[in-house]
Structure formats: C-alpha cells, structure tokens
C-alpha cells in the first residue's frame, strides 16, 4: 500500500511507517508538489500525508482512486475539502497535541516580540546604528494587568490565556460561538460579544479555523472599534484578517501593532505591510517545536497506520460523521 509524503517531515514519523512492510512510501523531499505533480502522486496512493499548503480539493480527490486516508501534518484543514472527503468515505485526520503549547507559546513571543519592539531593535543593533544609549527610544507598553481578548476560546486560545493570566495577570476576554464554563472559571475570563472584545482588549489574539464564517471577520469596521493603541496577533489564518483593512488601520493607527503569523495569500506578504515597522512577522512557524513537530509526525503516521495497517478509523478523526459505517468503507 502506497503513502504519499509530500514534504519533509521530523523522522520520528517515517521510523513508524517504516516498521510495517507492506507500506510502500512515496516520501517527497524537496520544493512542494506543484497541483500537476500532485494529482499524478497521489493517482495510486492508499494514503497521503499532506501538509497545509496543499490542496486536497475535489479534483484532487477524483485522481486519488485507491485514497483510505489524508492524513494531515497539521492541526488545521482547511486546505481539505472536508465534504469532498466524506461524500468519497476517505478519513480526515489532524494532529491536534503538543502543537497546542507551541502555538500559544508563539502568539505569547509576538505578543512581547512586538510590544518591546525586539525585531526592530535588534536591526538597529545589527545596522550599527547603536552609538549611545538613548531614553527615548525602543519604548513599548507593559503588559502585566492588561487586558487580552481571545477570539475562538479552544485549546489554544484557553493555552495562551493560562500563560498571559499566571504570567502576567491579564484579564481574559473572549469570544466563541459556544460558551467554555470550565475554562472561564480557571481563568476567570468572560465571555463577551465581539464588539465588545475589540472595544476593550489591549491585545486581541486570533484563534479560530478558517471558514465562511470566519474568513474576513476582522475587517475596516472591526479595525475601527478597538483601541488606539490595541495590538492585533494572528496565529490562526491568514484570511481571518482582511489585509488590505488591516494595512490601512496600521498606516491610519486605528491600531498600534500587529503581529503575524500567517497571511492572506501565503506566502504572499502584503506589500504594505512589508514596509511598517508596527508589525511583527513570522513565516507560519507557530508550531515549530521540536516536541510539537516530532509529535505530529508521529501522530500523522499513527493517523496512517490505524487506517491502512489495524484497518481502524484514524485516532485523530476530523470528519466524524464517517464513524458509523467505518468498517465497510476501509474494507
Ligand atoms: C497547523 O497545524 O494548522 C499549523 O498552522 C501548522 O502547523
């Protein structure tokens, strides 16, 4: 049975694969597969780990003949066409875990990254412009006691809220489609409406998947309702944010900073936004820990070996609905 790889991944996930003979492994290790190249490798493949900037759409899934499972190196998949995958009984498994911390950890890095200006400063350093030392410049806000505003209070956004309220005593704001008591407990954060969050957040941090629903919430109008002097931080998805607002707000200061992960049109970075020195940015590398990156590599193959080897449904389900007629669909 043939496993598509698509990109090079921690070891840790091929040593899993390896162990089971009648796994043939197609393992890609260079530049990513252009859509062609794609459709041709995954023409006979029984299972694909694919990573986040492949798309697995439907005329993906109509090449993928033998496809069992898409096992993605990744917590999130909307790079998959989830619908497509269910009606064509194929599983769609993440690699939700560790990565949890990383990317909290992350959003907490840009979060101070941005606010003390570090990327800024250690230019100046490196330009040779540091001749004396200056009170006035390199000046950023504190953090203790303010308030962050987390939009999608999953696991992430509750992660980086235990850090920012234990670690610097912020009050917790959030927004979600569903109510987490337990969490607004532990955290005594609160649950509030969106216009409210960006009226009184000074760090509002994004946290939800990319959907219809999601995709452009923080938009000109949303810009306008927070603080002058609000930061903006975007671990999650790039499209979440319209950029064009978003570059807009920074030039305009609606807002004093932003700081991101993750872009509209990756890797595409908006040229405006290239140009400010109010924003942070980073090459959607929020996961990129050891522990979490190792973890979801053994969690893909795991993801792999349940479907084609113990002829199970994956550990890492997304598209649930599958459970009930898993076992006639793998046989
Ligand atoms: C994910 O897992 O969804 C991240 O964006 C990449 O690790």
């Not at 330009?127 to 203790?144: L, S």
């Amino acid at each position: 049975m043939k496993v598509l790889i698509t990109r090079e991944i921690p070891q840790a996930g091929i040593n899993l694969l390896t162990e089971h003979k009648n796994l043939e492994l197609d393992y890609r290790k260079g530049a990513p597969l252009s859509p062609a190249e794609l459709k041709k490798a995954i023409k006979d493949a029984d299972a694909i780990i694919p990573v986040i900037p492949d798309q697995i759409n439907k005329s993906v899934f109509e090449v993928a003949k033998n496809l069992k499972v898409v096992a993605t190196y990744s917590v999130g998949y909307d790079n998959i066409d989830l619908d497509e995958a269910t009606k064509k009984n194929i599983y769609v498994a993440n690699t939700p875990g560790d990565l949890t911390e990383a990317v909290a950890e992350h959003a907490l890095s840009m979060m101070l990254g941005l606010g003390r200006r570090l990327a800024e400063a250690d230019k100046f350093c490196r330009d040779g412009k540091y001749k004396y030392w200056d009170p006035m410049t390199f000046i950023g806000p504190k953090f203790m006691g303010k308030t962050l505003g987390i939009i999608g209070f999953g696991r992430i956004g509750q992660f980086f809220s235990r850090m920012a309220k234990h670690g610097l005593n912020m009050k917790i704001l959030y927004y979600d489609i569903a109510p987490h008591p337990e969490a607004e407990n532990l955290l005594d954060a609160e649950k509030v409406s969106l216009d409210y969050l960006l009226q009184n957040s000074d760090v509002i941090s994004l946290h939800v998947n990319l959907s219809e629903e999601t995709k452009h919430m923080i938009d000109s109008a949303q810009f306008e309702l927070m603080k002058p002097g609000a930061i903006l931080i975007n671990t999650a998805r790039g499209p979440v944010i319209d950029e064009n607002a978003l570059a807009l707000a920074l030039k305009e200061n609606y807002i004093a900073g932003a700081a991101l992960d993750v872009f509209e049109e990756e890797p595409k970075i908006h040229p405006d936004l290239l140009k400010l020195n109010n924003v942070l940015l980073t090459p959607h590398i929020a996961s990129a820990t050891w522990e979490a990156r190792i973890q979801m590599a053994r969690m893909a193959a795991e993801n792999v070996i349940d479907v084609l080897i113990n002829k199970n449904p994956p550990k890492y389900l997304v598209n649930k609905e599958l459970l009930k007629d898993s076992v006639s669909s793998i046989a």
